[in-house]
Nanobody, 125 residues
Framework: QVQLVESGGGLVQAGGSLRLSCAAS????????VGWFRQAPGKAREFVAT????????HYADSVKGRFTISRDNAKNTVYLQMNSLKPEDTANYYC??????????????????WGQGTQVTVSS
């Protein structure tokens, strides 16, 4: 079982940037598809971005495409989410999910078996 810890959230003005990190335990992180999801108060968990095991495929939600970039460093057991041009509607708790069984990146949070505790991102206007 992999354990995940998110970090990097905070308060930022609209148009600003943040980089989130998802740090994983163990030495088999390269075997996991990883995704970022977010959840705002009163809303369902929303897909943000996902990345393949070998860093050769990524997918983004339309709402963040062109602004967010997901990347991974398997040697450091870490996945990143670079968030640029942040908007107030990006305000949410951001979660990192991982799954070993998935062959391809998935947009569905139900496909991910392991989750971190989340990190809060607040964007002010």
């Amino acid at each position: 079982q992999v354990q995940l810890v998110e970090s990097g959230g905070g308060l930022v003005q609209a148009g600003g940037s943040l980089r989130l990190s998802c740090a994983a335990s163990g030495r088999t992180f390269s075997e996991y598809v990883v995704g970022w999801f977010r959840q705002a108060p009163g809303k369902a968990r929303e897909f943000v971005a996902t990345i393949s095991k070998n860093d050769d495929s990524t997918h983004y939600a339309d709402s963040v495409k062109g602004r967010f970039t997901i990347s991974r460093d398997n040697a450091k057991n870490t996945v990143y989410l670079q968030m640029n041009s942040l908007k107030p509607e990006d305000t949410a708790n951001y979660y990192c999910g991982a799954d070993r069984v998935l062959v391809y990146p998935s947009n569905w949070y139900t496909d991910y078996d392991y989750w971190g505790q989340g990190t809060q991102v607040t964007v002010s206007s």
